[in-house]
């Protein structure tokens, strides 16, 4: 018995030909009816509207500064507007945060919860951190620095290559990368700057 054609694709659900060739599950992915390969088109990058990053579309949180995004998935919060923030940003490889730092302030990093009372939840477990490392500055001309402690931190701070003399303030820009000791990274974001 031959069933006449109803404009349906014979291996699809609707009249839509989606080029594709029904074939038995053989754990290879689908091949083309043309035989022609899958397309590969890697999806558009748009640049993050807080520090510049290029990112594909559809991701919620940018990785370089960790601002949520607008055009990621749904969320139960509502899309925030781009930040014009002017605090510095220290985002933290690993832990997956970050710390601010307001224009006119001082943030010490360390895991003293008395001396560092916003760095110590972040860095208490980190070992190779002493309890009084770094003091970071935010001035209120948009500078940054980075101090070592006077004393000299057990595994010393390092901006990228540079190994910082104890209680020599040394300045930041976008996109340093600092060590606090071997194992503890972040990196600096300054407000406004696109990164390169």
Do not use: Y
């Not at 594709?20 to 899958?38: C, F």
């Not at 220290?90 to 895991?111: K, N, T, Y």
């Not at 951190?129 to 770094?134: G, I, L």
Request: glycine fraction near 12%.
């Amino acid at each position: 018995m031959t069933v006449p054609d109803q404009g349906i694709d014979d291996d699809a659900r609707g009249p839509e030909d989606d080029g594709l060739e029904l074939v038995p599950s053989t754990g290879q992915p689908p091949r083309r009816k043309d035989n022609a390969a899958p397309s590969t088109t890697a999806p558009p990058l748009a640049p993050c509207p807080h520090c510049g990053a290029r990112l594909p579309a559809g991701t919620a949180s940018c990785p370089a500064c960790l601002s949520p995004l607008a055009g990621g998935p749904a969320s139960t919060r509502p899309a925030r507007a781009p930040s014009r923030s002017t605090a510095l940003r220290l985002v933290f490889r690993g832990a997956g945060s970050r710390l601010e730092v307001p224009p006119g302030g001082e943030l010490p990093l360390g895991r003293d919860p008395d001396w560092a009372p916003e760095a110590a939840g972040l860095l208490a477990e980190e070992s190779t951190v002493s309890a009084q490392h770094a003091r970071v500055t935010h001035g209120e001309d948009g500078t940054a620095s980075l101090t070592e402690v006077p004393q000299g931190a057990t595994n010393g701070v390092r901006i990228n290559d540079r190994v910082l003399v104890p209680g020599r303030t040394e300045p930041l820009v976008d996109g340093d990368r600092v060590w606090l000791g071997p194992l503890v990274s972040f990196t600096v974001r300054v407000p406004g700057r696109p990164l390169c």
